[in-house]
């Protein structure tokens, strides 16, 4: 049996955090200072679920998520209004852990593997919302991603013997009798929801209850390793994945709309400099810098891969 954790929720609609999905009840003003919250007071890990319709909403979300990353010490799962492999982009560089496609809208489902194979599937979770989706779904989940959201309470005895992908339920139950039973089930290795996102829970407290109960509970000694496992997948530091530079040059050929005849793709970043030049007063410093910081990442991948230092490059630009 693997070790259980408490995991609130945050639901951002309009800036503000609201109560649920279909509940738009004012919860707090500042998502950044609720998140906090909820890390300071023992949580293991934080949901963020982006309510936004609209594209300008989202870039709010986005910045809010930002802003909670710096503030919290716990890892991070976030999704919502996903709709492009950029949005999938935006969310890890903002430093959640995974980023969480609804699988409950065809176009996630369309667009799994690509960002798996893209980021790599460490970095992608699943919402579903029902068993019924888990089994049609099964292989492309567990192909291309290494959590799985429930949006619901469900038979967690028929998910174990369907897969293997850990999953969290997030439930709308008020009763702790009925959180420790989702925390027995061996399939299931946390719990979110309205019981768990309460504003005056203690989760320490909670935690001895579900030890009393003979459920295996994260523990402050935990904290140290959440914060490592938070900085490796935030935007602190880069998760360290095998160099696999012919993956890394396909990544930053693509950025630069090139084909796969591109002899040398860092060439490829030259041809589309003018192009950059031009839109540049179309992008914010937040989008510039996540941007530059994941074009430096791709190359860091390709220097190391061919022997190229950094006291090379600064030699080479001496020289100019």
Known sequence: MSYKRLTPCIFIDGGKAV???????????????????????????????????????????????????????????????????????????????????????????DMIEQVSKRFGKERIAVSLNDFDALFKQQHLIEAHCTEIVFMHRLDLNSVINVTDVPCVVVTDTMEQSEILRILKSDSVKGVSGLFISSLNMDFNELKKICTDAGIRMTSSEDVTESRELKAETSGERRPERPLDADRERDVIIAKAGQSDEVKNPLQALESVYGTILEQRRNLNPEEIKHEIADILYHIMVVMAECGVTWEDIIEELSDR
């Open 19 to 109: 109560k649920w999905f279909d509940d738009r009840t004012l919860l707090s003003r500042d998502v950044v200072a609720l998140a906090k919250q909820y890390s300071e007071k023992g949580a293991d890990e934080l949901i963020v679920f982006d309510l936004s319709n609209t594209d300008e909403e989202h870039e709010e979300s986005i910045e809010l998520i930002q802003g909670i990353n710096r503030v919290i010490s716990i890892p991070m799962v976030a999704g919502g209004n996903i709709r492009r492999t950029e949005d999938v982009q935006k969310l890890l560089s903002a430093g959640t852990k995974r980023a969480m496609l609804n699988f409950s809208k065809p176009l996630s489902i």
